[in-house]
């Protein structure tokens, strides 16, 4: 998911509007981008919520950007929301070494509601990478739908987070009990300092006798130590049937013999690995 062009955001909001309303905000784009008027885009901006039904949810109807159907989909976005970055991506597209600076400002004086529209959809911006400062500032909010906007279905942090904000992003995401399995990309992103880290707090909270979500250990696969093999051997021996399958799907993945020799000690979960019966996606079933 990458911003292509605004014409497909276009699109939906003409199918999705009167013609009013487009009109209006057509218009109000015609003034912004020919005057280069940041006052006038932060005024369409800012009345758009009163022109606009917050809480009607968006229905996209036969759009050839699956990809882009799907997204908007999953975010549950609002037509609201979309008009919003169909505004902003709009004027970027035209001009954005002017009106960089501008939606910046923008997203600095945003309430909740808006910053979790930048958030869910900066990756539809051009040039997104160009805010990554905000998504980064968004990971030490506490409020969780905010949190949820850049962690959750999100493809903006694997695209742009290097490892050290990925981990705090996914740590995060673990503290506030918030569904990992939304996280896109752990795979991908996995890497050995989030081991680390990953196995630190699983010992704080195990010393808490707190527990542990088992998917949170997905990322360490690829990356078992002596010290982390200690970890998987107790979910191995867990009584929890969750915690067992997170130890042999990370063991399975393994390249390490003592990994794999380890594995062998719990054939049925090891053949039930190997035979695909249950994955990171359904191991909570």
Known sequence: MRFTETKELRSIVYETLDHSITDWIEEKLNTIISNESAKDLYLAYSLLAHKINSDKLLVVKNLENLKLSKYLSIQNTSTLQLVRIYLLSKVLEENGGYFQSKVANLIQVADKAEMET?????????????????????????????????????????AYFNDQEWNQMYLKAAFMQQDLSRILDIDKRANAELTRII???????????????????????????????????????????????????????????????????YPNLREAVAQGKFNWANIKQ
């Open 199 to 265: 196995s630190d707090y699983a010992h704080e909270r195990w010393a808490a006798s707190r527990d542990v979500d088992p998917y949170f250990w997905r990322p360490v696969g690829g990356f078992l130590d002596e010290g982390l093999l200690k970890d998987m051997k107790r979910l191995l021996q867990s009584d929890n049937p969750v915690e067992n399958r997170a130890g042999a799907l990370c063991c399975f993945k393994s390249d390490a013999s003592n990994a794999k020799a380890l594995l062998d000690e």
């Open 118 to 158: 930048f958030l869910k959809f900066l990756i539809l911006l051009p040039n997104p990478e160009n805010y990554k400062q905000a998504a980064v500032e968004a990971l030490r909010t506490n409020i969780a739908t905010v949190f949820n906007a850049i962690s959750a279905n999100n493809p903006y942090p694997s």
